[in-house]
């Protein structure tokens, strides 16, 4: 399982991000992370991060692994429980959908964020990096 952090870190190559080429061979994710990376790209141009003219390459490349090698579940199964983490730990839904993925599909999750990584470990989820 992968959230957002992870996949915007390597796509929008964010500092670290080539050590997470050995995890993102085959992904499964909560279909927002399309949402989430769109958010991030969009915010990366307005911030002055990524130039405008990047924008083409970097969705053509995340498009192609999306539909190569990422599975994408549909966050409907996964936003009752997710709800209820959310809840129960102060964090954003967003967030929160990730770790009922994981959680259901009795994986490990693949997280930069801390407070995601400690909750998840908190919950019996395995975190990577």
Request: hydrophobic residues 45%.
């Amino acid at each position: 399982m992968a959230d957002s952090s992870a996949i915007i870190a390597f796509f929008l190559r964010e500092e670290g991000w080539t050590k997470l080429s050995k995890y993102m061979v085959t992904t499964i994710s909560v279909d927002h992370v399309v949402k989430e990376f769109y958010n991030a790209v969009w915010k990366a141009v307005n911030i002055k991060r990524v130039n405008f003219e990047e924008v083409p390459r970097v969705l053509t490349l995340f498009k192609d692994y999306v539909k190569r090698n990422m599975e994408l579940r549909r966050e409907e199964e996964y936003v009752d429980k997710a709800l209820e983490i959310a809840l129960e730990n102060e964090i954003t839904i967003y967030d929160a959908l990730y770790i009922a993925l994981a959680l259901y599909e009795k994986g490990q999750l693949l997280t930069l964020d801390d407070k995601q990584r400690h909750i998840s470990n908190r919950l019996g989820i395995m975190t990577i990096p």
